[in-house]
């Protein structure tokens, strides 16, 4: 059974930095998607970052050149490196994990972070909130 624990949530002001973890353990496959998701209230759940056993990331318009998603194989630890927060970054976030990938696929010409409900792992969510 595939457990995902998070860490690292918090409250921070705006242009502040946080960093999520995500520790995975109860799978040794080779070809996995591990992502971030994160959920504003009375919002649906999107796709922030994606990262893909070879190393391939992903990530939606809203968070690209601010976050960094990356994994240490030694620890099963994904990780997001949040920075340049903004007030619309307050969610919950979430890591999420597939033992199948791609993470994303083409849609209209974008690349498009696999929606929330083709994942089958989740972990129990971390509150970021971010102040003006």
């Known amino acids: 059974q595939v457990q995902l624990v998070e860490s690292g949530g918090g409250s921070v002001q705006s242009g502040g930095s946080l960093r999520l973890s995500c520790a995975a353990s109860?799978?040794?496959?080779?070809?996995?998607?591990m992502g971030w998701f994160r959920q504003a209230p009375g919002k649906e759940r999107e796709g922030v970052a994606t990262i893909e056993s070879d190393g391939t990331t992903t990530y939606a318009d809203s968070v690209k050149g601010r976050f960094a998603i990356s994994q240490d194989n030694t620890k099963n630890t994904v990780y997001l490196q949040m920075n340049s927060l903004k007030p619309e970054d307050t969610a919950m976030y979430y890591c999420?994990?597939?033992?199948?990938?791609?993470?994303?696929?083409?849609?209209?010409?974008?690349?498009?972070?696999?929606?929330?409900?083709?994942?089958?792992?989740w972990g129990q969510g971390t509150q970021v909130t971010v102040s003006s």
């Open positions: 109860g799978y040794t496959y080779s070809n996995y998607c």
């Open positions: 999420a994990a597939d033992l199948t990938s791609p993470c994303a696929y083409y849609s209209g010409g974008y690349l498009t972070i696999r929606g929330y409900y083709e994942w089958n792992y």
